[in-house]
């Protein structure tokens, strides 16, 4: 099966199979802690056996937010799985939250193909590292070239990391946090923003879809310190997802 | 015409008016600079001439962001119009921008009515100040009774304002800031969100229609320190709205 169709069926399956939790309080109970060390709510477990189960017939190796690592029959590709990011936005139907894809070669050294699926609206990202596209329109980064006219997403809670916020602020125009990172980074591909900073980290579930697709819109996508892709989804990637153009500037006022 | 049906007409007419031009590049060039001090972008002003064409032949004032004091006949009531809350998301396609509307009598000593609507996915917010709905389902504020299980939402941009979010950073659960305030303020009466702060301040014609809305959910909405509202679109209102339970805690926490 090509990529593009199976990333589409699976993206598909999920959203049926969870339409009727968002924006409901059963959604959100947590039912255990999750492989990547965080709380699994009812509908990221419902949406990751949906995954499991339309993957399980397949040859297929699949990494996933809630239960780690899989090996379906013989593998020839890795699958890395966030079935439902924006947790929070989904169980509150706060209209950004998505099914994240990404398709690695088995020995999870590349991403050969990216899809983002927002589940509220519809609307698809996708990428083979060449083209990225937006419903099936082609997708580039943003012209923005000085950070006081960049428009940037950010997520940091500790200290320091607030503090590196506090620096940027002095400097861009303006500033969002959506709950929703796949979708931010996808805004950073398709120049609805101008960069995309996480620096408490997020699991390879997370980013590996975004990463691919922003590279193939023209952007640069910046994975520190750590391997990347990892099948290790506790594994914190503090990530700078930029239109390449400002990256640098951000790097230096962020390492200040 | 009751205020409903009004409200329900010129949201209509106003989403219908800006359909073609939801994240395009041409709805955010600047015309000029509007009645409020910020530039008027096209997508804003096409907005804006849609209302005053739809209500021009009826009894009323009209108070709205971008023009203005208008007189109709002989009014009866004072609508106070953001015709695009939002304005970035909705050029951006990014699907979190309004048309906000609150109905108060002629001489603008209380707001009768409150209107939102989600221009991207339909979803509207209404209250009468007795009861507040969400597509006619009614709704009430968050029972979060600390800081620490807190989602809130903040705006604030200059070194004391971010030195107030600082020190809700240290306290709350979780923080956001989606770009679309009317909205944000919604989330806040049905429960999604359990505070809304706007320490820069906004105009009536933003927070107008979300004040009553909270109110009728069970929250709190503190308008500070200006006179509430009023016909003058430039004056900056400084805003905090909760749940009510955590609205003094919040208080202390920006004023310490």
Chains 1, 2 share one sequence.
Do not use: W
């Amino acid at each position: 099966m090509k990529h593009q169709t199976l990333c589409k069926k699976l993206a598909n399956q999920i959203e049926k199979n969870t339409k009727h939790l968002i924006g409901t309080k059963k959604a959100s109970k947590t039912i255990k802690i999750g492989a990547d060390g965080k709380p699994t709510k009812k509908i990221d477990l419902i949406a990751e056996k949906t995954a499991i189960n339309y993957l399980s017939n397949k040859n297929i190796q699949l990494i996933t937010e809630e239960t780690g690592l899989h090996r379906f029959g013989k593998p020839q590709h890795t699958i890395i799985l966030d079935p439902i990011d924006g947790t929070y936005n989904a169980t509150n139907n706060i209209p950004l939250y998505s099914t994240s894809i990404a398709i690695a070669d088995k020995k999870l050294k590349q991403i050969k193909y990216g899809y983002i699926k927002n589940l509220n609206n519809g609307d698809t990202y996708k990428s083979d590292g060449k083209t990225s596209k937006h419903n099936n329109q082609k997708i580039t980064v943003s012209n923005t070239q000085n950070l006081k006219n960049a428009s940037i997403s950010y997520y940091g809670y500790n200290k320091k990391q607030r503090q590196q916020k506090e620096r940027l602020n002095e400097k861009v125009h303006r500033i969002r946090t959506l709950g929703c990172i796949s979708l931010e980074m996808c805004y950073v591909a398709s120049g609805k923003l101008d960069a995309f900073i996480d620096t408490r980290g997020a699991g390879s579930t997370d980013i590996a879809a975004a990463s691919i697709i922003i590279k193939g819109a023209g952007g640069k996508f910046q994975p520190i310190p750590q391997k990347f892709p990892t099948k290790h989804v506790k594994k914190q990637i503090k990530t700078i997802a930029t239109n390449k153009t400002i990256h640098k500037e951000i790097q230096k006022t962020i390492n200040q």
